[in-house]
């Protein structure tokens, strides 16, 4: 059984940080590319970052530079730090492990909440 559990988020304010983490299990998780996104109320889930299992990393544009995805293949563990919040970064944050051919998997979600 397939399991994605994020932690780490929480209320913050504008200029503060956090750091989010998912932990992965039933995957052999350094084959997948495991993802950080965001979904808004009202919005679209939308891409933030994203890392593949031999390290290569992905930003959105109104990320980059703030916030840096990072894995632990042996602790199967993803994180996401994240620097100078804005409250635009408001949102829920989900974790997701991709593998072509092999499906996809989210995590519960955790929220964020930045305040001006």
């Known amino acids: 059984q397939v399991q994605l559990v994020e932690s780490g988020g929480g209320l913050v304010q504008a200029g503060g940080s956090l750091r989010l983490s998912c932990a992965a299990s039933?995957?052999?998780?350094?084959?997948?590319?495991m993802g950080w996104y965001r979904q808004a109320p009202g919005k679209q889930r939308e891409l933030v970052a994203a890392?593949?299992?031999?390290?290569?990393?992905n930003y959105a544009d109104s990320v980059r530079g703030r916030f840096t995805i990072s894995r632990d293949n042996a602790g199967k563990t993803v994180y996401l730090q994240m620097n100078s919040l804005k409250p635009e970064d408001t949102a829920v944050y989900y974790c997701?492990?991709?593998?072509?051919?092999?499906?996809?998997?989210w995590g519960q979600g955790t929220q964020v909440t930045v305040s001006s």
């Open positions: 039933g995957i052999i998780f350094s084959a997948y590319t």
């Open positions: 890392i593949t299992g031999v390290g290569s990393t």
């Open positions: 997701k492990a991709e593998r072509r051919w092999w499906g996809d998997y």
